[in-house]
DNA sequence: CTGAAAGCGCTAACAA
DNA sequence: TTGTTAGCGCTTTCAG
């Protein structure tokens, strides 16, 4: 099952394999009714053009490296079926790799993005430094880089962000309103960058109502419901009084949560529970969880025209594209 | 910033290209020592093959083609995590796409691997029979193709499923054992392979237990967090007596427990509830739900190797592979 | 406006 | 054991 090709077309119609191609390629330099009869021919023939051969001659592989942390949430999954939409209409195919949190994975992944001769990667990074050496050479040899969501502030490339210090702020204003006074920001680990962001919008939230910021009421863990679950646990070890709690990630949160009743704590009567991320989990756990919503596939659509826009454009841009969450008022505060 | 190519290579060395080539892929007619020579220097000057060109001359393109009905939950991507390090292990690349459980956009997703010239698809079919057409055509037209999870049982490619007829039998045994009479199945659509075979494992189990079948107990719903729900909710409306329910994924069990505990019927006191996959969903949720864990990993890995058998020895088999599941009783049940 | 020819980087006959 | 050569399917100068 040969399939036809561009030689085949060109002896079908007499013509030369250049006309053919530039017919196929609407190239200006052809008369319109050769160029008619070519693409007639094509359909005819069923001809498809070759990518493989075409990647060659052009250098170029048409497909786009995403390298995600984690897909156990649908979160990566709503960003990439963006990416892939966007991707697969203008002619560009999507690998997708996790790094499963592991930096040295992302970075193994990034060196097969290379062999596999991606035109550009799409990344959300694990830790905001530890690979930024090699995007900087990737840059350099020519493989733009779009960040999305994990970002690493000091790379110069686009990036597709929310609002991490406007959604943090509003939903701890909205555990205050509701009467929360001692609200546990449950961190990620300090080399993702949007810990300290939206640190800084639950820190303002309290300012500005006159809560006192402690210290105590910060607790460093792992983005699983398992780190979750075990900062909830270290609170109540140590005696720690807490009305609320704001999770970096909704996962953290229902982590969280769930540990919390099973010790007999009641959400939100007890203690109010908020989280970061707004996918579907949020709305499937009991009770349903208050959360901060990104808009997910938008974020992905962004960044892939933002990888495309460089690749067909060659256009170098440091552009930051920053979304605004929408605040998710559910069962788990009120 | 140009990569170093077997030409580079072969003048630097002074030797052909087709030497060159020839030590890079251990042919045997090759001197050891030239051998040697040729992949010292190749580490030297960073030489990496150039896949594109490869992949035109050999007629491959080292990519494979994966299509999952969704991404939602953490099914297909720990299936995905099993192919991907198979698949990157043996140096070919993956693709996935989604078909959102439409058989036009699988239709869609099959079209496109194609036109992308991956060496093989690995699917699960979000409908057993829609695009059958297609598959038996890419198969003819050596495009190798193995399925997992939801298959078409008429097609006569490799497969990798689970015991779906003993996970579903031992899961319900346990709700009879359990006290329970009225136990419901919520199905999954007819046109979804396993749907009909877990339904014979629920029939038989109360065939065993000397309960009857009551087809009212059935009740053919979407695969969602919705379609558990509303199945739920048309149970209740029709006030029909029921003590347990048995759904044909995690997903659809969760919507339904969720749905019920809105309308103030305990789980599992009033109703038990089980369902079916095994993903981290279940032990997020509250109660834990109680499932048929199947070693989703696993069949990622072994459908990654059929895949790669066929396209490496060129070997057409038609090896259904099947996993043992596993019961996992949480406090959905008791 | 069209054709001839070269070449992207690699492999594999065929020769030597 | 090594080199020469052709060619995978396509694009793109350069001539005509």
Redesign the pocket.
Known sequence: MKSV???DLSKYLL?????V??A??GDK???KE?RDVVLDAAQKLGYK??LI??N????RSFSIGVIVPEMVTPFAAKVIEGIQQTAVLKGYRVMVAQSSEDPEIERKSLLMMKEFHVDGIIMSMCHKTHNIDLCVEFQESGIPIVLYDRIAPSLKVPKVIVNDYEGAKAIVEHLIKSGRKNIVYLQAPDYIYNATERLRGYQDALYQFDLKFDSKLLVKTKLTFDGGMKAAKKLLKRNIEFDAIFAFTDTMAIGAMNYLREQDISVPKDVAIAGFSGTELSTIVYPKLTTVEQPLHDMGVEAANLIIQQLEKNLKTEKIVVFDTKLKIRDSTC
Request: glycine letters at 4%; proline letters at 4%.
């Open positions: 090709t561009l030689k013509l030369s394999t250049s006309t191609s530039r196929l390629s330099n052809i008369r050769t053009p070759n051969a075409k060659l001659k052009l250098g």
